[in-house]
């Protein structure tokens, strides 16, 4: 079956660094996604990764193993209105999204 | 109007009610989908309309009925829901280009209380 599994959720303090790991089993893959929800609002794009490494965009990176089935987000220099759910989807072999359940990361001061 | 709409942002029906859900995209795109999203779960992908043609769910309830008149348009006709039913329902569009894989673009979603 596909699977994607992420942390239900995480804290962590403002102005420091949180790491969101992702893990996940699709039939086929064409690239994982993170997106951000802040509650009550829709999820937003972040970042797209196909291919194994690190991309970075601001103060937010996304880094990908296609071997170990596993990627992560990484946020530095946390800011209070990165208090928000962050979604991680797995794209499969008919172009299909599996998602995560969502990692709702609190911010504290 | 820019990006994805949906109206109405919240609905409170009744199990015995009809009623739609509508979504319009603004971005020239050719693809668009319906969401359900229940608290600490996986969004579920409902229904999928790629190039106007819908890709089947067999999964989904026949009380869900989608209908997609035009490449910016899709609604959700809703009739004698379950309270389970109750949920975030979120629309999404996206740019299918062959093997290309592009972002969707979420609408703000409708809240549904069915009663």
């Known amino acids: 079956g596909q699977n994607i599994d992420q942390p239900t959720e995480m804290t962590a303090t403002e102005g420091a660094i949180v790491q969101i790991n992702c893990t996940y089993q699709?039939?086929?893959?064409?690239?994982l996604f993170w997106y951000q929800q802040h509650a009550g609002e829709a999820p937003t794009f972040l970042s797209y990764n196909v291919l194994d490494g690190l991309e970075e965009k601001g103060r937010f990176s996304s880094f990908l193993s296609r071997s170990k089935g596993y990627s992560y987000l990484l946020l530095k220099e946390l800011q209070m209105k990165d208090s928000a759910s962050y979604l991680c989807a797995g794209l499969d072999s008919n172009y299909q999204l599996i998602w995560g359940a969502g990692t709702k990361l609190i911010i504290k001061p | 109007e820019t990006g994805v709409t949906q109206t109405p942002r919240h609905l409170v029906m009744g199990m015995t009610n009809k009623k739609s859900l509508k979504c319009e995209q603004h971005l020239g795109h050719n693809a668009m989908y319906w969401y359900k999203q229940s608290a600490k779960k996986p969004l579920e992908l409902m229904f999928v309309?790629?190039?106007?043609?819908?890709?089947e769910n067999n999964s989904v309830p026949s009380r869900f009925s989608p209908e997609c008149p035009n490449s910016s348009h899709l609604f959700l006709h809703l009739h004698t829901l379950q309270p389970e039913d109750s949920a975030l329902y979120l629309c999404?569009?996206?740019?299918?280009?062959?093997?290309?894989?592009?972002?969707?673009?979420f609408g703000p979603g409708t809240r549904l209380t069915v009663t």
């Open positions: 309309y790629s190039l106007e043609e819908r890709v």
């Open positions: 699709t039939s086929g893959f064409n690239g």
């Open positions: 999404a569009s996206s740019q299918v280009l062959d093997t290309v894989a592009h972002e969707q673009y």
